[in-house]
Nanobody, 119 residues
Framework: VQLQASGGGLVQAGGSLRLSCAVSGNIESVLSLGWYHQLPGRQGELVATIAEDERKTYADSVKGRFTIPRGNAGNTLNLQMNSLEPADTGVYYC??????????????WGKGTQVTVSS
C-alpha cells in the first residue's frame, strides 16, 4: 500500500492550503485515513482523521479551521487548511489503515509534506 501526499508549501498567516493524500494498492477496505503534524524533535500529533463510517475527528487546535472532505475517489484524503497560523508549521504526514486483498491488515504512512506559515 502506498500513500502519496502533496500540496504543502509556504503561506502567510491567515492563508489557506489544501493537502491531498492518495492511497493505492491492492486494498480491500480502508478503515481510517488521517493527517498528522510533526514539529522538529517532537512526536507527531493527530490533526484529523476520518473513519470508514465517515466519522471525523479533529484536534482541538484545528477545529473550525481545518476540514477533511473525502476525495471523490474514496481512497483520497484531502486536508483543507484555512486561517493558517505559524503554529501550524511543520511536516504533515498522511496515514491509512485497513485491509488488503486476502484480509491482511495494513498500516501505512506517506512521506511528509512541509507546511510553512509565515507571520
Amino acid at each position: 500500500v502506498q500513500l502519496q501526499a502533496s500540496g504543502g508549501g509556504l503561506v502567510q498567516a491567515g492563508g489557506s492550503l489544501r493537502l491531498s493524500c492518495a492511497v493505492s494498492g491492492n486494498i480491500e477496505s480502508v478503515l481510517s485515513l488521517g493527517w498528522y503534524h510533526q514539529l522538529p524533535g517532537r512526536q507527531g500529533e493527530l490533526v484529523a482523521t476520518i473513519a470508514e463510517d465517515e466519522r471525523k475527528t479533529y484536534a482541538d487546535s484545528v477545529k473550525g479551521r481545518f476540514t477533511i472532505p473525502r476525495g471523490n475517489a474514496g481512497n483520497t484524503l484531502n486536508l483543507q487548511m484555512n486561517s493558517l497560523e505559524p503554529a501550524d508549521t511543520g511536516v504533515y504526514y498522511c496515514h491509512a489503515d485497513g485491509l488488503i486483498l486476502g484480509a491482511s491488515h495494513f498500516d501505512s504512512w506517506g512521506k511528509g509534506t512541509q507546511v510553512t506559515v509565515s507571520s
